[in-house]
T-cell receptor, first 113, second 113 residues
C-alpha cells in the first residue's frame, strides 16, 4: 500500500521569502507524484507532476519540486512567495496499476505581508 | 480551456433522503473519478470509470452507486443519507490509459441535516 506524509500542517511565511513544503511517500512499487493546490472554497488544481524523466519539475507560477527516489521525497519549493500563494497544498501519489490518488493531509501555506 | 463541470455546486438534504451528483468531464477525457473530502481532511477516492466501465473502487459505501454514461458524464447516487455524508464531493477526469494526471472539478458541497 502507498502512503503520503506531509509533516507540516501549517507553514507561515512573509511575502517574498522562500518556502519549502515537504512531502514524503511510502510505496513498494514505482509511483507517479503530484502537487495540487486548493484555494478557499475551490477545487483542486494540478500544480506539478512527476511521471518520469527529469527529477526537477517546474510550474508556470514559479513553484518547483524535485523527486528524490532514495529519500522517497517530492518537496515543493518557491524562491519568493506572494500573498496570492496562500492556499492549501496537497501532495499525492498514484501507481501504474490503480486509478486512485492517495493524498497527504495537506499543508496550509499562509503568506503574510 | 474547458474544465470539469459539476452540478449542483451546493446541495442540502435531510437524513435518509437521496442525492444525485453529476459530473461532466473535460472534452475527450474518457475516465472519471469521484472523491470525498470531509471538513479539514484530504480527499478520499470513492470510485472510477473508464469507457463506461467501473475501473477501480475505493472506500465507497454500499449506499452509494455511480455510473458513467455514453457521453462520458457520470452520476454519483447517494441514498439513505447520513449526517456523516456531509462533505465536498469532487469529480476528476483524465484522458484514460497512459495519462496519469487527474483534473478536478470545483466540487459539490453536500450538507445533510
Amino acid at each position: 500500500a502507498q502512503s503520503v506524509t506531509q509533516l507540516d500542517s501549517q507553514v507561515p511565511v512573509f511575502e517574498e521569502a522562500p518556502v519549502e513544503l515537504r512531502c514524503n511517500y511510502s510505496s513498494s512499487v514505482s509511483v507517479y507524484l503530484f502537487w495540487y493546490v486548493q484555494y478557499p472554497n475551490q477545487g483542486l488544481q494540478l500544480l506539478l507532476k512527476y511521471l518520469s524523466g527529469s527529477t526537477l519539475v517546474e510550474s508556470i507560477n514559479g513553484f518547483e519540486a524535485e523527486f528524490n527516489k532514495s529519500q522517497t521525497s517530492f518537496h515543493l519549493r518557491k524562491p519568493s512567495v506572494h500573498i496570492s500563494d496562500t492556499a492549501e497544498y496537497f501532495c499525492a501519489v498514484r501507481t501504474y496499476n490503480t486509478d486512485k490518488l492517495i493524498f497527504g493531509t495537506g499543508t496550509r501555506l499562509q503568506v503574510f505581508p | 480551456a474547458a474544465g470539469v463541470i459539476q452540478s449542483p455546486r451546493h446541495l442540502i438534504k435531510e437524513k435518509r433522503e437521496t442525492a444525485t451528483l453529476k459530473c461532466y468531464p473535460i472534452p475527450r477525457h474518457d475516465t472519471v473519478y469521484w472523491y470525498q473530502q470531509g471538513p479539514g481532511q484530504d480527499p478520499q477516492f470513492l470510485i472510477s470509470f473508464y469507457e463506461k466501465m467501473q475501473s477501480d473502487k475505493g472506500s465507497i459505501p454500499d449506499r452509494f452507486s455511480a455510473q458513467q454514461f455514453s457521453d462520458y458524464h457520470s452520476e454519483l447516487n447517494m441514498s439513505s443519507l447520513e449526517l456523516g455524508d456531509s462533505a465536498l464531493y469532487f469529480c476528476a477526469s483524465s484522458r484514460g490509459e497512459g495519462y496519469y494526471e487527474q483534473y478536478f472539478g470545483p466540487g459539490t458541497r453536500l450538507t445533510v441535516t
